[in-house]
Structures are given as structure tokens and as C-alpha cells.
């Protein structure tokens, strides 16, 4: 094993062993990539939590932010661009309503249709928070170089890519 085996290295090192029947490396890239999911989401929601958000109103706030002026988009757009179903992007709106955060309002082609705007306390919530998230991302990337960062930029989107959808 590598001097700087982690636990992922144990693991795979165990299977070998265990079952050599089998080819365990994929292990090496799906088991790191779960481990630092689970240890930047904590990390990520550290952020989020000092602005009263949870991961998803930060990701609806954010979405309505860089959409520009007017920042606001109906409910099926939020829904397409957050990923979400109708239902959390209600649900989100709901609660980012009461908080002053967003208005909402019947579309004017269609009286059915939503509107979700940011209120001007939302975008300024969203703009402290936007810049602390890429301040901490910054730092916790901060290990590799900027050639490290763009050659995994590159190999995360091809196995993105790669992927299927369901």
C-alpha cells in the first residue's frame, strides 16, 4: 500500500484480499469521490447555516440572483435550473416568502403561472452569502494548483457526461 494510503486504499486492499474474484479499483475513484462529498457538504452547509439557509433555498436564492434583472423566473424554471420538483421549489418559496426573501406573483401571460422575484433583502442575503461560499470553496480547494483544479474540472465533467441519468 502507498505511504499516504487513506481508508479508501484499506478498503480496496481488503476486497483484493477477500475476494480476488473480483476487481475492486473502482472503489479508489467512487469511494473518494462519496467521502469528500459527505465532507464537503458538511463543510458547505457551515456557510449556508450562518445566513439561516438550508443547502436548497441558498441554490434558489443563488439561481434568482444570476439570472440578472429582474431576478425573477416562474416556478418551472427554478424547478428546471434547481433541479427539484415543483413541489420543493414551492415549498422553498413558501418559507423564503415569510422571510422577506422572495415575493411572488401571478404571471401576466398566464393568471396559473408563478412568478418568484428576489426582494431586495434577498439579494442582499444572497450576495454576503455568495461571497463567503466561494471564499470557503477557494479555501478548501486550496491543496491543489490551479492545473490540479482544471484537469479535475475536466475529468469530473466527462464522468458527468458519462453517467446515465435515471
Do not use: C
Not at 487513506?6 to 467521502?35: A, K, N
Not at 465532507?39 to 439561516?52: I, K, M, N, S
Not at 479535475?152 to 457526461?161: H, I, V, Y
Amino acid at each position: 500500500m502507498p505511504e499516504d494510503a487513506d481508508g479508501v486504499d484499506r478498503i480496496v486492499s481488503q476486497w483484493r484480499r477477500e475476494r480476488p474474484d473480483l476487481d475492486p479499483s473502482p472503489m479508489h475513484v467512487v469511494g473518494r469521490i462519496t467521502r469528500l462529498h459527505w465532507t464537503l457538504d458538511e463543510l458547505l452547509y457551515r456557510v449556508f447555516d450562518r445566513y439561516g439557509l438550508s443547502r436548497g433555498e441558498f441554490d434558489m436564492l443563488a439561481t434568482l440572483r444570476r439570472s440578472g434583472p429582474p431576478f425573477e423566473l416562474t416556478a418551472g424554471e427554478l424547478s428546471a435550473r434547481t433541479m427539484v420538483t415543483s413541489g420543493a421549489v414551492t415549498k422553498r418559496a413558501d418559507r423564503m416568502e415569510r422571510a422577506g426573501l422572495v415575493s411572488r406573483r401571478a404571471a401576466e401571460a398566464d393568471a396559473r403561472g408563478r412568478l418568484v422575484r428576489l426582494t431586495d433583502e434577498g439579494r442582499e442575503l444572497i450576495d454576503q452569502a455568495v461571497g463567503e461560499h466561494v471564499e470557503n470553496e477557494t479555501r478548501l480547494l486550496a491543496g491543489l494548483t490551479a492545473d490540479e483544479r482544471s484537469a479535475l474540472t475536466d475529468l469530473l465533467r466527462k464522468l458527468g457526461q458519462t453517467l446515465p441519468d435515471d
